[in-house]
């Protein structure tokens, strides 16, 4: 690996161990064996790095919990079913135990945000690759073919469920929103619907 690739996975360890505002250039540069210089040449900024590292684990995280391709389960209910929108549930709760550590970060950024301007406008644009990620897990369609009105409703959609939940299972396992739940108030909210 060179000094970019080592930057990129030291500052994940650093993420994952240390959050963003505690995470240092210098830590960064101790757990990757690089040097300071490093940062600005090949990100431009330590925060710009971070964002990187960021934005990787998530990406990480995205595909264990994808019962399709990622997590090498496989996805047997039909795309746009509320079978498939339950396996797909289960499969991202399911997720949790691992990922935990990067969505505690996440959070530190919804917490901290207005601290990290550089860092929250990257993050905020990289929302948008989120929610055109999550899409295809539910209604089978690859993300490359999906239309903008598409990522801007049913993306936004899964998004906010899953920050959701992802609240839910940090603060209280015991508690939280199951999928098999999940799914059964959709089905009564389409029911719902329906009767009007």
């Known amino acids: 690996m060179g000094h970019r690739e080592d930057l990129l996975e030291g500052a994940k360890r650093c993420l994952l161990e240390k959050g963003f505002l505690r995470t240092t250039a210098r830590d960064v540069v101790k757990e990757s064996g690089t040097n300071l210089a490093s940062i600005g040449y090949h990100y431009g900024s330590k925060d710009a790095l971070l964002a990187q590292a960021y934005v990787s684990l998530i990406e990480g995280a995205g595909d264990d919990f994808d019962p399709g391709w990622g997590a090498g389960g496989e996805v047997t209910a039909p795309a746009g079913s509320l079978e498939r929108f339950q396996e797909v549930w289960a499969s991202i709760i399911g997720s949790v ?7 505690l970060l996440s959070f530190e950024l919804v ?17 948008e690759e989120g929610r055109s990620g999550i899409v295809p897990m539910f209604n089978g369609v690859p993300e490359a073919e999906l239309d903008k009105e598409t990522v801007d409703t049913e ?11 992802m609240v839910q299972w940090l603060f209280d396992p015991a508690t939280a929103t199951d999928a098999a739940q999940l799914t059964e108030g959709l089905r009564r909210v ?6 009007d």
């Open 155 to 165: 993306g936004r959609f899964y998004q906010t469920l899953l920050n959701g939940l």
């Open 111 to 127: 917490v901290q945000g207005d601290r990290l301007p550089e860092l929250r406008k990257l993050l905020a644009e990289a929302q």
């Open 190 to 195: 389409i029911a719902g619907a329906a009767k």
């Open 97 to 103: 135990p691992r990922t935990r550590a990067i969505w």
